[in-house]
């Protein structure tokens, strides 16, 4: 249900960026926007594009892996996905809510940032809001005097969980919304409450579903002022959908795409609107509808006027619906192992939305399945099955890719060199069925392809191959067994840099895409 509107950059300081542990020869300008000039030949915008870095921000944001979504509100109780906005507070009444049962839950089981939907299309606050009556303060819980944004970040805070805030900007039931100064506002004024009264907030979520409010009157949205206001209050803050630094995968599957390119087109924002505004915000629109099937080839980035950061988080329920229903039942763990592979291990930040029921708890059989999984991602992927294998081949830091350590990494030994093969040799044959690739991507996302062989009967056999790379690519086949595994990187836009290698036995599920 997301449109696709402008996209903002952040801060747009040219960081020179120090080098990392291995390559300290390293010269070129980072930035997370850039911008292309009519004499930039076709070689120089592969280049140009191959220096985009993430923010700060972006950075730490993708580093999280998993993230979870709590809808929770009025719609829990009318068995709606879409409230109406004419909703009676007194429905809102759960009987035996326990937010930090939600937080710990999906802290155990791996998750590192939680978002709330302080309001949904509904216009109902979960928070008692000064801009509406429509909120928890006019519901029976707690007679009235209960915050559920208050509960939500404190329980944060106590299991040492990240913490973000949906706030739908359609509001169905708010008097003003479609007028639109008013709006705006209000909305100001109620992202003023969240992001001044609970402490830390790493994400603000803006959904891009739209539509009429009580007036039937459409609302015109001043994004920027929004931005402005979060930069402000919450710095650290990603904005994320209708917002500059996270984008919306293009799907609700939990399915990201097989070739993901972190750096997309603008458009032509000149130098100078920049430096102008270097301080506030620049609005970026994407080139082309981020639904595409590719949105960063050199194909796509060609005639870009500009390129930026601007990565993908893959939403997906556990339940078919985003609000709790008992007749709906969360999905199996093979699945969520088959939806972690394709959005993780796709270049993305997953985002699982766990909907608690009635009662304001997460269900038994959700906790069941997420405990499971939690373990068995925890127990796969720290146990790489390479390590200790002799590496060799092209390069400098071939150790580092087995090192555990994000921050070092491998490279070729000359920016031209944009192949390479990379050769793992084990003392005794090992048994796998996935593979896991990191890019060093704090300096940019470069690899456009590469085959992972194995060595079987005397001659090279393909286990997998891929496109991009980027923070984390996972491919998951058949059970491979072989002491010997190449990494061939077939074409890159700039030196490749990898951070680590890896090869992992998950428990067998099938995959849907
Ligand atoms: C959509 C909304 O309309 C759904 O209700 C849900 O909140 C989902 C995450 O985003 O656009």
């Not at 191959?50 to 999280?64: E, F, G, I």
């Not at 706030?167 to 100064?181: A, I």
């Not at 001044?196 to 979520?205: C, F, L, R, T």
């Amino acid at each position: 249900m997301k449109s696709v509107l402008p996209v903002v950059a952040i801060s747009i300081l040219l960081a020179f960026i120090g080098c990392s542990t291995v390559n300290q020869t390293d010269k070129l300008n980072y930035s997370n926007v850039v911008f292309i000039d009519s004499t930039d030949t076709q070689t120089d915008i592969v280049r140009k594009a191959a220096t985009v870095r993430p923010s700060d921000k972006q950075l730490t944001w993708q580093k999280y892996e998993l993230t979870a979504f709590f809808h929770f509100g009025v719609n829990t109780f009318t068995g709606r996905e879409w409230g109406t906005g004419d909703e009676d507070p007194a429905i809102f009444n759960p009987t035996d809510l326990d937010v930090e049962q939600w937080v710990k839950t999906m802290k155990d089981a791996g998750f590192k940032l939680a978002i709330l939907t302080a309001k949904h299309h509904d216009g109902f606050c979960l928070w008692p809001s000064e801009q509406t009556e429509h909120s928890i303060k006019n519901s029976p819980y707690q007679d009235g005097e209960g915050d559920l944004v208050r509960e939500f970040t404190d329980a944060c805070k106590k299991y040492g969980m990240k913490a973000g805030i949906y706030l739908s900007p359609w509001d169905m039931n708010h008097p003003t919304y479609g007028d639109s100064p008013a709006y705006n506002e209000v909305f100001r004024q109620q992202l003023t409450e969240l992001l001044s009264n609970y402490g830390p907030i790493d994400e603000v979520w803006f959904d891009g579903a739209n539509g009429e409010g009580p007036n039937g009157k459409v609302q015109e949205y001043d994004f920027p002022s929004y931005y402005k206001l979060i930069n402000e209050l919450q710095p650290n803050a990603v904005i994320a959908i209708m917002g500059p630094d996270v984008r919306w995968v293009g799907t609700e599957t939990g399915y990201g795409r097989l070739t993901e390119w972190s750096v997309v087109p603008t458009d032509g924002t000149t130098i100078d609107k920049v430096a102008a505004e270097s301080q506030n915000q620049v609005s970026f629109a994407p080139k082309k509808d981020l639904r595409g099937e590719d949105l960063g080839s050199r194909e796509v980035i060609k005639d870009a006027s500009g390129l930026v950061w601007y990565p993908a988080e893959t939403d997906v329920s556990i339940r078919q619906g985003w609000f709790f229903h008992e007749d709906q039942e969360p999905k199996s763990l093979e699945k969520l192992l088959d939806i972690y592979v394709s959005s993780v291990g796709r270049n993305g930040v997953l985002l699982l939305n766990v909907p608690p029921d009635k009662r304001g708890r997460i269900h038994e059989s959700d906790s069941l399945v997420l405990a499971e999984f939690g373990k068995v991602i925890n127990e796969v992927f720290s146990n790489n099955l390479i390590n200790g294998a002799e590496v060799s081949g092209d390069g400098k830091g071939l150790h580092t890719l087995l090192d555990d350590d994000f921050d070092s990494y491998w490279t070729t030994e000359s920016e031209s060199d944009t192949t390479a093969t990379l050769e793992f040799t084990a003392e005794s044959p090992v048994q796998f069925n996935t593979v896991q690739l990191q890019e060093y991507i704090t300096l940019g996302q470069r690899v456009e392809s590469f085959v992972v062989e194995y060595w079987s009967e005397n001659e090279w056999k393909v286990a997998g191959e891929g496109t991009t790379i980027g923070y984390k690519r996972i491919l998951h086949f058949d059970p491979i067994i072989s002491s010997k595994i190449r990494l061939r990187i077939t074409s890159s836009r700039l030196n490749p840099r990898l951070s680590s290698f890896g090869l992992f036995s998950m428990p067998e599920f099938k995959s849907a895409l």
